[in-house]
């Protein structure tokens, strides 16, 4: 006899129980210069360790699990690394690891913007140092969500004027030579894929990723496949962007006047590309609260306006996009009308009252993989299978997780059947059942879902289950 379960899905008021799922949601930032020790821009005179705890103090309420670390190479520009740099870049990762945080790195040299070239090392000193960090990434892959390109250019962000002026495609292929091989490599523009990944490099080409570190909302040249949206280039990234692992970050809050013609960027829009480019994480240093927490960037915005040229007397708002977006409501028939994802549970608490949603949680909850259990079948009659059906809701396939395994187990709590889940098959609003097949007679008791990250962390479902050992329970 065919027996089925339907788990019950999270209600709303019990959403931040997966906030801490490892490999998605909003990530924050920090610097090391790994010749010092020391951060850099606001915490120039800080130890970049006390600067990341700083930093991850400012956003406990949002539980990020990802910071973008750029480990700035400057001071060996023209020399190889010593023991030095690998002892700062050690200790800064065994830090991640105590604050259970997995690291978005990029390895950068120029991080002034008055003279950026002075900073640039040769081809030739690049090739040296990232043969030299190999075996260094291997022993420390389990805590790296995802290499970013970097390198080239001010911040590692391969402007125009740094890609004209090096050999990029000998500097990306290094990259990917000396990386793990199963760790994604983001890009900041899709040229920099197409013009350097030939088609027979398919292992390469299925590496590729992408971060667009210019995201206001509205379309802009600076954004990983250009403004237009009709393009080639743009269609071709809504084709790719579903099978990797994505990454993006706003502008800082001081800049808005000059590229938005309103306060903040506008949310819909924002969200629009989040859901269509299936991003995995984005930046919430940016654009959030830098004046109250960040006095590097609490500049005067009549300075950067007469730098670019801008008109003078605009102001730049004293709360960021994000602050604000949580004042615009969303709501189930806005999701509908646009055909975003979500769990109709998400709008209810667990004494069936409404909840009211806007889109700064929306962004928080929904960024990535969001995964529940919808369905669990079991002929006892034929006695040899367990079926088990999964759902997304997140923008994106849980990508960067290590695995999803399937555990069947009898009373006795022996496991009695095992099986993997394909993680590029679980894409937006995609329903995938998965067979369990059983190798003893007994009858199961309970089936388990295990979400395993790289650094032995574990995620939970948007389910109501028994929650042990890092394994989702469904009781038979």
């Not at 949601?25 to 130890?47: C, H, N, P, W």
């Not at 670390?69 to 020399?79: A, D, I, P």
């Not at 075996?135 to 004209?164: C, F, N, V, Y």
């Not at 059947?417 to 098959?425: M, W």
Request: aromatic content about 12%.
């Amino acid at each position: 006899m065919m027996s089925n379960y339907y788990p019950k899905q999270l209600s709303g008021d019990q959403t931040k129980t997966l906030l801490i799922n490892p490999d998605r949601g909003f990530r924050f930032e920090v610097y090391l210069d790994v010749k010092t020790g020391k951060s850099i821009y606001e915490y120039a005179d800080q130890d970049a360790i006390a600067a990341l705890k700083r930093e991850a103090s400012l956003y406990t309420d949002d539980q990020p699990r990802i910071v973008q670390v750029y480990f700035y190479l400057t001071g060996y520009q023209h020399k190889p690394l010593d023991a030095q740099a690998f002892n700062h870049m050690n200790a800064f990762f065994d830090e991640l690891a105590k604050l259970n945080l997995k690291a978005l790195l990029r390895f950068a040299y120029i991080s002034e913007d008055k003279r950026p070239y002075r900073q640039a090392p040769s081809v030739h000193r690049v090739q040296q140092h990232l043969e030299q960090l190999s075996g260094w990434l291997q022993e420390h892959r389990r805590q790296i969500h995802a290499l970013q390109a970097g390198i080239i250019g001010p911040w590692g962000e391969w402007s125009q004027h740094a890609r004209d002026t090096t050999d990029e495609s000998t500097i990306l292929h290094s990259l990917l030579l000396n990386s793990p091989q199963d760790l994604t490599v983001q890009v900041r523009y899709l040229n920099i894929k197409n013009r350097n990944i030939n088609v027979t490099e398919k292992w390469n080409e299925q590496r590729i990723g992408f971060h667009d570190d210019f995201l206001i909302g509205i379309d802009h040249e600076w954004n990983t496949a250009g403004k237009n949206h009709e393009s080639n280039e743009y269609q071709q990234l809504l084709r790719e962007s579903k099978n990797t692992v994505v990454d993006g970050e706003s502008i800082w809050l001081f800049a808005n006047p000059m590229y938005l013609e309103t306060k903040y960027v506008a949310p819909q829009l924002m969200t629009q590309r989040m859901v269509e480019n299936h991003f995995t994480t984005l930046s919430i240093a940016h654009n959030y609260h830098e004046i109250e927490t960040n006095s590097y960037f609490n500049v005067t915005l009549e300075n950067e306006l007469k730098r670019t040229g801008k008109p003078e007397g605009l102001k730049f708002p004293q709360t960021g996009s994000f602050e604000y977006w949580k004042h615009v409501p969303v709501t189930p028939d806005l999701l509908d009308e646009k055909h975003w994802p979500y769990q109709s549970s998400w709008f209810w608490d667990q004494k069936k009252q409404p909840i009211k949603r806007n889109y700064f949680e929306y962004l928080r909850d929904y960024l990535g993989y969001r995964l529940e259990t919808t369905q669990i079948s079991y002929n006892s009659a034929l006695n040899a299978a367990v079926y088990l059906t999964l759902k997304n809701t997140g923008f994106a396939a849980p990508l960067a997780l290590a695995k999803i395994e399937l555990l069947a187990v009898n009373k006795q709590q022996d496991v009695i059947g095992k099986a993997l889940v394909e993680k590029s098959t679980l894409q937006t609003n995609n329903e995938i059942t998965t067979v369990i097949p059983l190798t003893k007679s007994d009858q199961p008791d309970k089936v388990g879902v295990k979400l395993l990250a790289t650094n032995g962390s574990t995620a939970r479902l948007a389910n109501e289950c028994q929650w042990a050992d890092g394994i989702n329970w469904f009781k038979l």
